[in-house]
């Protein structure tokens, strides 16, 4: 079992930094794959980035902010981050961390436990 809570959203203006945090509980941290995923009002959840368990293994992100946000992972602090610059408009959304025990992914499926969510709001 792994509980999620997500940190550090909030209202930024464009081209802005944030950096969001999620700190799990449980034994078995670095066993799950992580991911970050987001949703805006009115539209599905979509996959943000994420993260294989070693952190080495490899990180995945999608078009819309590769090149933008980083994710990484410090499995002695049982934590993962999001690290998002140049903020733009279309990226504000609740942001949700999620666990894998399977592989890193951007299939929502592939996640079995998920945070509450942080908003993250970018004015123009």
């Known amino acids: 079992q792994v509980q999620l809570v997500e940190s550090g959203g909030g209202l930024v203006q464009a081209g802005g930094s944030l950096r969001l945090s999620c700190a799990a509980s449980g034994r078995t941290f670095s066993s799950y794959a992580m991911g970050w995923f987001r949703q805006a009002p009115g539209k599905e959840r979509e996959f943000v980035a994420a993260i294989s368990w070693s952190g080495g293994g490899g990180t995945y992100y999608a078009d819309s902010v590769k090149g933008r946000f980083t994710i990484s992972r410090d499995n002695a602090r049982k934590a993962v981050y999001l690290q998002m610059n140049s903020l733009k408009p279309e990226d504000t959304a609740v942001y949700y961390c999620?666990?894998?025990?399977?592989?890193?992914?951007?299939?929502?499926?592939?996640?079995?436990?998920w945070g509450q969510g942080t908003q993250v709001t970018v004015s123009s």
């Open positions: 999620a666990a894998s025990l399977t592989r890193a992914s951007g299939d929502t499926d592939e996640y079995a436990y």
